[in-house]
């Protein structure tokens, strides 16, 4: 069995780092470093091996093409990936929490315009992101899917863990408006519901994704890429990724100590997640 | 869930006994536990499939909407849909293989020690545990699949390998089916069992392309080689065209609603038509378009359909 783990920035690599040390750190744990980034133990006849990817590095893309490298042609892959970083949520009470990503919105494209005092403005394009006419001009973008948590997998992660799930929007920005209000549809389903094609702003936008479920509904940077080469590659049932929510869209106001402390105790239920992967039984035993 | 709770629900002392935990002994192999295994496996396929067939959708596509043929009584929270039948197929032979992976420590020889059905289950879910990896070992077991086949479909049983995997074996090569006695219609079987949790009208056809998907996987696991990545779309193969009376902008609701339908090609579109109130849609597909049903759903979107040309087989 091998796991890899991917970080982003520096204090998620810490993160993780500091959980490879926490299990390798000598007798009684049977895990021993093999190499800088990667411990290992016997577990019966198998071995297992949990890896460690630094990204160093923030988005989509650098996301995909480093879940695309880990399983390029003619390498060993691994059995299971888990991205781990830090998260917005939308609204404050559900910050300082840990997730697992069910499903991903993909927030980015649109355009940005001069708005005459010297700044510039930033608006989505709707047709993106919902229906809009005419049909067969565009469609909208697909939700990107974790069926391991999103209950439609080989198996449930969230109840095997017992993690709770969140939807996603991604982004490639730093996302520092709260809620707006989305436009009511023009034309109801069945079979799609239609909205006028328009620019909207990333408050109508959030509110548009985060009223079509119950879930609550984080904002970060990474999962969108991931989960659409996870499908192009057919490895969804192998990508799973957690996030510990650090602040707030409108409350930014946290130090980097701070996303360093909460990432640091996330580790720990990043150690549980992986102990539910390394062996089901095990973790539920 | 605030982390606070959860390192208090998953302290790390008890997360780093786990992980640290030595191997359990392994267990002492009977026949009796094979035959409870693969009973297990063979009864639950049904119940896998069900579970890693659906995908969530767009929050306002129509799977939500009160009255969507394809909302499903199940307690749900979240829309969903038929997710694409190649990836189904890979999800649910990778569970397959998992079974098998815990098969493996049995033998071939405790296996056959079962009922012939059981026994014959039991070694497919094998050699599909090994050669659905990536062990170099893989080519070696290529040759065990047509006995297994074989003595499978001999073991006087409907469906021998279970209610997904004797169809899809069966759509791998219908000769098998009819060498061996099985039954042809186990489709048809799989469907019925399957409406009992997904009510949709595109459930047939998509049961054939799960089940082709899944024959393409296993045919080229039995070669010992690990299937290929997806390929471009290809062209359907049938098609109709479809004259629709009325505004263009209602017919490209009807084309929208056209394309969502599993099985129509997304090289669905408009045909240049001349005649001034009239538009023209040519339709490819996997499985033949059911005229019924194309009449009950521009009577929906309030299309009005002029003509509609047979189905072709292209």
Known sequence: MWISVVSFNQNEQRAVDQLLSDLASGAPSPWRRSGEQTIERDFGEEVWKLQHFPLNAQGNVVAAVRLAELFAPLRKVPDFVVFYGCAGALEKEHTRSVFLVEAVNYLSLGTVVADGAGGETVTLKNKWLCHTPPPSDVRPLPLGIFPLCSGSGSF??????????????????????????????????????????NEWTYGDALDFVASGHEKILLVEMESYGISRIAEALNIQDRVVVMRVTTDALTDHGKSDDDQHSLLMQGRTVLGHLLASLFSPTLGSA | MKLERLTVEFPWERTFEVLCREAPAREAPSPERAQELI???????????????????????????????????????????????????????????????????????????????????????????????????????????????????????????????????????????????????????????????????????????????????????????????????????????????????????????????????????????????LSRIRAWSAEPLDADRLYAMAEALDVKIESLTDDTDV
């Open chain 1, 156 to 197: 449930d992660l969230r109840a095997l863990s017992g993690l709770p799930g969140a939807r996603v929007a991604a982004t490639d920005k730093v996302i520092r408006v709260g809620r707006g209000s989305a436009p009511a549809p023009t034309v109801a389903g069945p079979p799609d519901t239609y909205y006028a094609k």
């Open chain 2, 39 to 277: 009973e297990q496996q063979r009864e639950s396929q049904v119940s896998v499939l069900s579970r890693v067939m659906d995908s969530p959708l767009l929050e306002t596509d129509y799977a939500e909407t009160s009255d969507s043929p394809e909302r499903s009584e199940r307690p749900r929270d979240a829309p969903f849909q038929l997710r694409d039948p190649r990836q189904t197929s890979r999800l649910f032979l990778g569970v397959a293989a998992q079974a098998g992976t815990v098969l493996r420590p049995f033998g071939a020889l405790l296996l056959d020690e079962l009922d012939p059905a059981d026994a014959m289950l039991g070694r497919l879910l094998v050699v599909l545990s090994i050669t659905d990896s990536s062990s170099p070992s893989r080519a070696e077991h290529a040759d065990e699949w047509p006995e297994i086949l074989r003595r499978g479909a001999h073991a006087g049983q409907a469906l021998p390998f279970g209610p997904v995997l004797t169809p899809m074996l069966v759509a791998a090569g219908p000769e098998f089916a009819g060498a061996y006695g099985i039954d042809p219609e186990s489709p048809w079987e799989l469907a019925g069992r399957l409406e009992a949790t997904h009510r949709s009208e595109k459930l047939a056809p998509w049961i054939s392309r799960l089940l082709r998907e899944g024959a393409t996987r296993l045919a080229a696991l039995s070669e010992g080689r690990l299937p290929g990545p997806t390929p471009n779309r290809h062209r359907g193969a049938h098609s109709r065209d479809i004259v629709l009376v009325g505004s263009r902008e209602r017919g490209e609701y009807f084309l929208a609603a056209l394309k969502s339908i599993h099985g129509v090609e997304a090289q669905t579109r408009f045909i240049v038509e001349s005649t001034p109130g």
